[in-house]
DNA sequence: AAGGCTCTTCAGGATTTCCTCAAAATTCAA
DNA sequence: TTGAATTTTGAGGAAATCCTGAAGAGCCTT
């Protein structure tokens, strides 16, 4: 799940990196307006942090752009205590949630998490397919109610695979959506080939079915039915 | 389903090619305004990728010219963010979407497959033709809710027979949507005849009927009247 | 500094699909 | 009916794709 944080002091910035990069987040930072920019234009993201007190005051040009683009990016604004109240409300508006600063970096985790659920299940913190039942707070999956003891990227992996079930996911789409765009893949996929084997052999020894049918030259199906 | 890539930077024409082809289509790709002149009086494609900011401003007069020969081709134009908005708006309305770079190609992935959704399966992802369906995204073939298991290459020549029904189609024409220009076969069709054999085989066992009708000489016609 | 964990790379082998080839069958036209 | 062109078929090898185990690299913790 890859996190954009939009936030000129560097220190901050690097803070609330470290801190949803243990909470298992793929953090991406931008300094200024310009990468920020770009940054959004070429990536998805499932959430983005934006300081709307960027020097410039470009925060809101952001908030435009995403709006614009109707990215499907949940939003969670931080400001300065001091800013602007009525304008931040009307931006309140177009984002999904609103803190302050000083906060507890456990807050803003538990906020972000919160806009996950929201946009992308619906509300619930938890999935279930078939034996798999995939907790998104605890960051656990369970095969009938026993843990499954998944790596980071495993983890990763069979998220997408379960948002995108039945359908054929090429493995363009996985390292995109796994390595973001810093990897220059071309024509190896050995690492795809890793993981998808170690993801498969701990699902197994769980108990669960294969789920991963590999699909020749296309890539792979997350499905149940045979 | 064949693309059209036109794109002077080779580089990225090169990126979007291979990804695109990592999600099955063949591509074919153009670097220069000469080219992809030539390429769309001479083939059809399912989708265009332009890039409207062609070094000569002549992305425009391509566009015309598709339009002008009202080819049903889906149009997805690309360009640099900082181009002449206002132009563009004009242009928008010409092509099927529209999309400022830099892009992730996930999102041209998509974009490309909405299009061809939208103007070649009205919209939905699923074609039904008589007792057979096919799956665009679970890339899966049913005969009466029975799957089918068929490799690449006879999934593609099927999807080719049922969006063509009824109409006789050529060898020459199959070799071109099913390879690309880059296959020089001369007058060897014997690729061909295997794979509609193994089509033909596969739906026979699968409890279809035999949609291919052979045309002596000209080609071949998937229709269901005898 | 050492150990453990994760991620990546690598080489081999297994599997699946694709193409080639030649012989048999079919169709068309004279 | 006969012969030439075209299509169908099966078999087998070539090529592409995928899987696997093991080893190396990097990072974090102790």
Redesign the interface.
């Known amino acids: 799940m890859k996190v954009l944080i939009i936030e000129d002091e560097k220190a901050l910035s690097e803070s609330i990196s470290a801190y949803l990069n243990s909470e298992h987040y793929t953090c991406e930072t931008a300094l200024d307006f310009k990468t920020a920019m ?1 940054k959004i ?4 993201y499932t959430c983005i942090i934006l300081d709307i007190t960027l020097p410039g005051g470009s925060g809101m040009d952001l908030l435009r752009e995403l709006k614009a683009n109707h990215k499907a990016d949940g939003i969670l604004i931080i400001s300065a205590r001091n800013s602007l109240e009525e304008k931040i409300l009307g931006l309140k508006s177009g984002a999904d949630d609103y803190l302050t600063k000083p906060f507890h970096l456990s807050e803003l985790a538990a906020r972000v998490s919160a806009i996950i659920r929201r946009k992308s299940f619906d509300g619930k913190n938890s999935l279930r397919f078939d034996e798999l039942q995939l907790d998104l707070l605890e960051k656990t999956v369970r095969v009938h109610n026993r843990l499954i003891d998944l790596t980071r990227k495993e983890y990763d992996l069979l998220l997408y695979f379960i948002s995108n079930k ?3 996911i ?4 996985i390292a ?2 796994l390595w973001g ?1 810093n990897m220059d893949m ?2 190896n996929y050995d690492f795809i080939y890793t993981h998808i084997k170690n993801l498969r052999k701990k699902l197994l020894q769980g108990g669960a079915q294969d789920y991963i049918k590999s ?5 792979y ?1 997350f499905s149940d039915h045979p």
């Open positions: 770009e234009s070429l990536y998805d039945n359908k054929v090429s493995k363009g789409a995109e959506h765009d071309a024509d699909v020749y030259g296309m890539g199906k």
